[in-house]
Nanobody, 125 residues
C-alpha cells in the first residue's frame, strides 16, 4: 500500500489550495479515505473523510464550509479542496486509508492503517 500526498505550499490567508492523495497497492473502492493534519506541537487532527463512492462526507467543525473532500475511484485519488484558508490551517496534511472503522468514529486514528507522508501547508496572515 502506498499513499502519496502532494499539493501543499505557502499561501496567503483567504487563498485556496488543492491537495491530492494518490493511492496504490490495494482495492481503492473498498475503503473510506480521510485527511488529517498535524501542526507543530499539536496532536494529529481529523480534517475530512469520504466513503467509498463519495456519497457520504464528514468534516471537522474547524473546516466545515471551507474544505471539500472528493475522490476519483478510476484514478485512485482523493482530493482536498481548501478555500478561505486561515493561518490556523497551517499544518502537515496527510491522507489515510481506513483499516477497520467499525465501532469507531471516522475521526478516530485507530481506524486507519496506512498514512501518506504528508504535505506541508503554510498559510500566512
Amino acid at each position: 500500500v502506498q499513499l502519496q500526498a502532494f499539493g501543499g505550499g505557502l499561501v496567503q490567508a483567504g487563498h485556496s489550495l488543492r491537495l491530492i492523495c494518490a493511492a496504490s497497492g490495494y482495492t481503492f473502492t473498498d475503503y473510506v479515505m480521510s485527511w488529517f493534519r498535524q501542526a507543530p506541537g499539536k496532536e494529529r487532527e481529523f480534517v475530512a473523510a469520504i466513503n467509498w463512492n463519495g456519497d457520504n462526507t464528514y468534516y471537522s467543525d474547524a473546516v466545515k464550509g471551507r474544505f471539500t473532500i472528493s475522490r476519483d475511484n478510476a484514478r485512485k485519488t482523493v482530493y482536498l479542496q481548501m478555500n478561505s484558508l486561515k493561518p490556523e490551517d497551517t499544518a502537515v496534511y496527510s491522507c489515510a486509508k481506513e483499516g477497520h472503522l467499525a465501532g469507531l468514529k471516522v475521526w478516530d486514528t485507530k481506524g486507519y492503517d496506512y498514512w501518506g507522508q504528508g504535505t506541508q501547508v503554510t498559510v500566512s496572515s
